[in-house]
């Protein structure tokens, strides 16, 4: 059994698939903390998770004209400033069981619990391309290819891309983290070392990094060229050609209710609903609506979280809103929806942004529940 070695895992995690491991926080636990216990935090693996032993660690870069740098830990962490960000990573497949309510896609079928949120420790990405011999240049159309220490039985590694301007931006704040939430990275995130691109889909934040390099194309992987792309409602898998669509990079602006549950009793007097917002590519959000009624009426809810600059409003936001319940209902169709810097707002239902691979699933999240008599 490949997966006999994965690490143990919190029991209140509910599991999608157990090999590999993939695994979400229940939305009550998840709305609880702004920085997630990496314990409660999603878990998505494709493989099984890698033994590395970090005294043998080394990190292979690349660089120009043929040079490789390798790196170890201690390396990593005494040649380079350590730095920190906050940044909420989410799997392109959130929501996804709302998707497959409309029509059954291919996937995992996640609930609202495929993001979370901490404080990552490492070093910029940029000064790592920077000692191995590559400056900036706006105008590259380069990619720079990661590929994880984790193998399927072929020998075939995980791995993703993001575009080069991006990685030596000192505006994207790319990490290359070891730590997580002030402690050593776990296992199952990517231990001793992985990628953490704030505001971009989790999926090319790769973890247990073992190569890096830069190429004039996109990293080859599956996951980067027939995976984690959207299609129009109408594409079926006799018509889908992945050729034709970008890979999934920055993602668009979602919300989610993680308290009260579907189907839980509430007061009669008040409820207290609470949820989560982000959006992608550092855009903060700058609001969030919420409904009581299916979306006829709207109120504002109050967020919290960390100040961060504009464009690099990496983290969530939590946001709670206490109201009196209509006299005489019996049922409440919760709703929230939030706006993004860039006045972006999500979409009111899930049949037209639908498809096959049941990615981008961001429309209203509705939670139902019966007032108590
Ligand atoms: N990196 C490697 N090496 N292997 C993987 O399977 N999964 C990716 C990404 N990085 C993956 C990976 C996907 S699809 C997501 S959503 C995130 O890791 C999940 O990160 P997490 O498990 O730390 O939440
Ligand atoms: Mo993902």
């Known amino acids: 059994d490949p997966y006999a070695g994965d690490p143990p895992r919190h029991p209140a995690l509910h599991v999608n698939s157990l090999k590999p491991f993939n695994a979400e926080p229940p939305g009550e636990l998840l709305g609880e903390h702004f920085l997630t216990p990496p314990e409660l935090f999603f878990k998505r693996n494709h493989l099984p998770v890698p033994h590395v032993d970090p005294d043998a660690y080394c990190l292979k870069v690349e660089g120009p004209g043929g040079r490789t740098l390798s790196l170890s830990l201690q390396d990593l962490q005494h040649r380079f400033p350590k730095h920190e960000v906050t940044a909420t990573l989410q799997c392109a497949g959130n929501r996804r069981s709302e998707m497959s309510r409309v029509r059954p896609v291919k996937g995992l079928d996640w609930g609202i619990g495929a993001i979370s949120t901490a404080r990552w420790g490492g070093v910029w990405l940029r000064d790592v391309l920077a000692d191995a011999g590559f400056a900036e240049e706006p105008e590259s159309q380069r990619h720079v290819c990661f590929e994880g220490l984790d193998q399927d039985l072929t020998g075939t590694a995980y791995g993703a891309s993001i575009p080069f301007y991006q990685a030596m931006s000192a505006r994207a704040d790319v990490l290359l983290a070891y730590e997580m939430n002030g402690a050593v990275l776990p296992r199952d995130h990517g231990f001793p070392l992985r990628v953490v691109v704030p505001g971009t889909v989790g999926a090319r934040n790769v973890k247990w990094l073992g190569r890096i390099w830069v190429s004039t ?8 060229r027939n995976d984690y792309k959207g299609f129009s409602p109408g594409v079926d898998w006799d018509t889908v050609d992945y050729t034709t669509a970008p890979a999934i990079q920055e993602l668009p602006v979602t919300s989610a209710i993680t308290d009260p549950p579907p189907g839980a009793t509430v007061a009669s007097s008040e409820v207290t609903v609470k949820g989560y917002a982000w959006s992608g590519g550092g855009r903060g959000v700058v609001r969030v609506d919420v409904s009581l009624d299916g979306g006829h009426t709207w109120q504002v809810a109050e967020m919290q979280g960390e100040q961060q600059p504009p464009g690099q409003a990496w983290a ?34 899930v049949g037209p942004i639908w498809n096959l691979r049941g990615v981008l699933s961001h429309a209203w999240h509705h939670v139902r529940v019966t007032v108590a008599e």
């Open 316 to 349: 969530w936001k939590l946001w709670q809103l206490t109201a009196p319940v209509p006299p005489g209902t019996t049922e409440l169709d919760i709703v929230c929806k939030a706006v993004d810097a860039s006045y972006n707002v999500q979409p009111d239902t």
């Open 217 to 224: 194309e996109e990293s080859p992987s599956h996951w980067q």
